[in-house]
């Protein structure tokens, strides 16, 4: 008896601009599909279309046909949709229902849709600042479903600004993404999905590939880190921009 | 039996729990502050017109997820939606039931208190030291989570929520603690098959970290998700799709898939 693969990726990805959708916050609030076209993906025809929402403590599925027959137009969503201020995210999938377990043959993740769009529009950094009453403690790393936040204490002067310093960057920076990134590998099971890509494709960019987070050797995920940081602070000068400072105080 | 108006929180009343909270937990002890229950100016009427009873006892978090879920039941609509939502609202309950859900030691005295977000939702806590701190899926508040778990598995989810409500215990934290799992009907369905004896409690061996465990379970049902369309699945489908390790806990009769 064997297991069946569960690294199973020959998953198609669905492009951003194979559909057009939006959400409405009115009562109730509804979803307005405008396009929907995967005929470039070349599945068949009968393969069933979903969107699937998630928040906290909230998931909704919404049928939207096949791969040849979209549905398209206005749906009402349930009411609690937003309730509690909730923004849920969206992926977009096809399952291929000829498959006997109904394999997710194309998916597009990370989907943002309406206020949600406009929430994320605003969010120009993949590591937010919040001044926060930290106690004895100078900053913290905390992660959500939204993300990573850095949150700095709020008795230090200007602290939302103070790790872009120069001279706090270079000691604060590499340490808070060394962390991210072993959470990352700890915390495997828990981070939200779109959370964990954004950052794999920042570190992907500075060192290469990640080796496998489940892999039980811990080694060659702590050398993939130290390599990421290490060009993380070449890539911004770390090192150059504090010499600067201390050499203008001196 | 003393029936009290379900009520929320007050900024006011976020802030001196959480300040009672934060001295308990530097080791001064003291009684709870009684303002927080009906005291207008830490305390506020929830739109949903239900009481809950002060004195009420609960032999375990079933239990008192299942009494909070049948209090809510007598309002419906936006006042219910409104009254469910409101993080300020837990916060009241855990006040109600404080000496329950942080009791003393009978034989120290002394209060074993848990994360702050056990009793303030982790919404109220932003800011603070303590706010985002995790990735559980539905926050670890011990009242919110016990109705929640009820309120959508019912009889489903006795067996993990068979512990005394101040204790979180292991089968809480695996179901609750990834995003897709306490969402996915079908995923908490097959938890159950797996892990639940016929009288409602947890299989013995289930928690810790070895092979087949509720542990590896969460992580392997949260690989899956992305793989196979876990949703539309039945619950034995899933278990098929589940490797050799789990056999031991499989209901007789159920295999591997080859």
Same mark, same amino acid.
């Given at each position: 008896?064997?297991?069946?693969n569960?690294?199973?990726?020959?998953?198609?990805?669905i492009?951003?601009?194979?559909?057009?959708?939006a959400?409405?916050?009115?009562?109730?609030?509804?979803?307005?599909?405008r396009?929907?076209?995967?005929?470039?993906?070349?599945?068949?025809?009968?393969?069933?279309?979903?969107?699937?929402?998630?928040?906290?403590?909230?998931?909704?599925?919404?049928?939207?046909?096949?791969?040849?027959?979209?549905?398209?137009?206005?749906?009402?969503?349930?009411?609690?949709?937003?309730?509690?201020?909730?923004?849920?995210?969206?992926?977009?999938?096809v399952?291929?229902?000829?498959?006997?377990?109904?394999?997710?043959?194309?998916? %597009?993740?990370?989907?943002?849709?309406?206020?949600e769009?406009? %929430?994320?529009?605003?969010?120009?950094?993949?590591?937010?600042?919040?001044?926060?009453?930290?106690?004895?403690?100078p900053?913290?790393?905390?992660?959500?479903?939204?993300?990573?936040?850095?949150?700095?204490?709020?008795?230090?002067?200007?602290?939302?600004?103070?790790?872009?310093?120069?001279?706090?960057?270079?000691?604060?920076?590499?340490?808070?993404?060394?962390?991210?990134?072993l959470?990352?590998?700890?915390?495997?099971?828990?981070?939200?999905?779109?959370?964990?890509?954004?950052?794999?494709?920042?570190?992907?960019?500075? %060192?290469?590939?990640?080796?496998d987070?489940?892999?039980?050797?811990?080694e060659?995920?702590?050398?993939w880190?130290?390599?990421?940081?290490?060009?993380f602070?070449?890539?911004h000068?770390?090192?150059?921009?504090?010499?600067?400072?201390?050499?203008?105080?001196? | 039996?003393?029936?009290?108006?379900?009520?929320?929180?007050?900024?006011?009343?976020?802030?001196?729990?959480?300040?009672?909270?934060?001295?308990?937990?530097?080791?001064?002890?003291?009684?709870?502050?009684?303002?927080?229950?009906?005291?207008?100016?830490?305390?506020?009427?929830?739109?949903?017109?239900t009481?809950?009873?002060?004195?009420?006892?609960?032999?375990?978090?079933?239990?008192?997820?299942?009494?909070?879920?049948?209090?809510?039941?007598?309002?419906?609509?936006?006042?219910?939606?409104?009254?469910?939502?409101?993080?300020?609202f837990?916060?009241?309950?855990a006040?109600?039931?404080?000496?329950?859900?942080?009791?003393?030691?009978?034989?120290?005295?002394?209060?074993?208190?848990?994360?702050?977000?056990?009793?303030?939702?982790?919404?109220?806590?932003?800011?603070?030291?303590?706010?985002?701190?995790?990735?559980?899926?539905?926050?670890?508040?011990?009242?919110?989570?016990?109705?929640?778990?009820?309120?959508?598995?019912?009889?489903?989810v006795?067996?993990?929520?068979?512990?005394?409500?101040?204790?979180?215990?292991?089968l809480?934290?695996?179901?609750?603690?990834?995003?897709?799992?306490?969402?996915?009907?079908?995923?908490?369905?097959?938890?159950?098959?797996?892990?639940r004896?016929?009288?409602?409690?947890?299989?013995?061996?289930?928690?810790?970290?070895?092979?087949?465990?509720?542990?590896?379970?969460?992580?392997?049902?949260?690989?899956?998700?992305?793989?196979?369309?876990?949703?539309?699945?039945?619950?034995?489908?899933?278990?098929?799709?589940?490797?050799?390790?789990?056999?031991?806990?499989?209901?007789?009769?159920?295999?591997?898939?080859?």
């Open positions: 008896m064997t297991s069946r569960l690294n199973f990726t020959g998953r198609v990805r492009e951003r601009d194979h559909f057009e959708m959400l409405a916050e009115r009562v109730p609030p509804q979803l307005d599909v396009r929907v076209d995967l005929t470039d993906l070349e599945l068949p025809g009968h393969w069933a279309v979903f969107l699937e929402g998630r928040a906290r403590d909230w998931f909704h599925r919404e049928e939207l046909g096949t791969v040849a027959e979209p549905r398209t137009g206005r749906m009402d969503l349930p009411p609690e949709t937003f309730a509690g201020g909730r923004l849920p995210r969206w992926r977009l999938l399952v291929d229902v000829d498959d006997e377990f109904r394999r997710i043959a194309a998916m %597009a993740e990370g989907v943002r849709l309406g206020a769009a406009t %929430a994320a529009q605003g969010r120009t950094s993949l590591l937010p600042v919040e001044p926060a009453d930290l106690g004895a403690l900053w913290r790393l905390a992660v959500d479903s939204n993300g990573f936040v850095l949150f700095v204490n709020d008795r230090l002067p200007a602290a939302k600004d103070l790790p872009g310093r120069p001279e706090v960057a270079a000691w604060l920076l590499p340490a808070v993404l060394r962390e991210v990134l959470q990352l590998r700890l915390r495997q099971d828990t981070i939200d999905e779109d959370v964990r890509r954004e950052w794999l494709q920042l570190a992907t960019s500075l %060192a290469g590939p990640s080796p987070e489940t892999a039980e050797d811990e060659e995920w702590l050398d880190v130290d390599q990421v940081v290490w060009s602070a070449a890539k000068e770390l090192v150059d921009g504090l010499l600067r400072t201390v050499e203008a105080e001196e | 039996m003393v029936e009290v108006r379900a009520r929320r929180l007050t900024e006011e009343g976020v802030r001196r729990f959480s300040s009672y909270l934060e001295q308990l937990r530097q080791g001064t002890d003291a009684p709870r502050p009684d303002e927080l229950v009906e005291d207008p100016t830490c305390t506020e009427p929830v739109p949903c017109e009481t809950f009873d002060s004195e009420r006892t609960f032999a375990t978090r079933y239990e008192l997820g299942c009494y909070v879920r049948d209090r809510l039941q007598v309002c419906g609509g936006p006042e219910r939606e409104e009254t469910i939502t409101e993080p300020a837990w916060a009241w309950l006040a109600l039931w404080f000496d329950q859900i942080c009791p003393r030691d009978p034989e120290t005295g002394v209060r074993s208190l848990a994360r702050i977000d056990n009793y303030v939702p982790v919404e109220l806590l932003t800011g603070s030291a303590l706010g985002r701190s995790s990735g559980d899926a539905w926050g670890r508040h011990v009242i919110r989570t016990s109705w929640l778990l009820v309120e959508r598995y019912d009889g489903l006795d067996f993990v929520l068979s512990n005394p409500p101040h204790r979180r215990g292991e809480t934290e695996q179901l609750l603690g990834r995003a897709d799992l306490p969402l996915c009907p079908t995923a908490v369905e097959a938890f159950a098959l797996l892990y004896t016929k009288d409602g409690k947890p299989k013995p061996g289930a928690a810790g970290k070895g092979p087949g465990t509720a542990r590896r379970f969460a992580l392997i049902v949260r690989q899956l998700m992305r793989t196979y369309d876990v949703h539309a699945m039945t619950p034995e489908r899933l278990l098929e799709l589940l490797p050799e390790e789990f056999d031991r806990f499989r209901p007789r009769g159920g295999q591997a898939k080859a």
